[in-house]
Nanobody, 124 residues
Framework: QVQLVESGGGLVQAGGSLRLSCAAS????????MAWFRQAPGKERDFVATISGSSGNTILADSVKGRFTISRDNAKNTVYLQMNSLKPEDTAVYYC?????????????????WGQGTQVTVSS
């Protein structure tokens, strides 16, 4: 069983930056692919970014390419989402997810564990 705890959300003006963190329990963190998804009110949960296990390969959604970066520190059991040049349309609850395989996926139902979510609000 893996427990995920997100932090770092908040209120920021458009053009600003935030860094989300997701701390995972367990001893085999490097064997899990990790991802961030987001969900705005009344909308479906959307893929944001994913990173593979030990190799650290990444995929970003087109809407965040050039602005967001996903990274991981396997020694700290933590995955990060650095968000720059934030826009009001980035406003959502951001969820961290873990998949019990090192191979990443952009599909939410392929993830086995989820955090509780952290709110990101970008004001115009």
């Amino acid at each position: 069983q893996v427990q995920l705890v997100e932090s770092g959300g908040g209120l920021v003006q458009a053009g600003g930056s935030l860094r989300l963190s997701c701390a995972a329990s367990g001893r085999t963190f490097s064997s899990y692919a990790m991802a961030w998804f987001r969900q705005a009110p009344g909308k479906e949960r959307d893929f944001v970014a994913t990173i593979s296990g030990s190799s650290g390969n990444t995929i970003l959604a087109d809407s965040v390419k050039g602005r967001f970066t996903i990274s991981r520190d396997n020694a700290k059991n933590t995955v990060y989402l650095q968000m720059n040049s934030l826009k009001p349309e980035d406003t959502a609850v951001y969820y961290c997810a873990a998949r019990a395989t090192p191979y990443y996926s952009t599909t939410y139902y392929r993830y086995d564990y989820w955090g509780q979510g952290t709110q990101v609000t970008v004001s115009s």
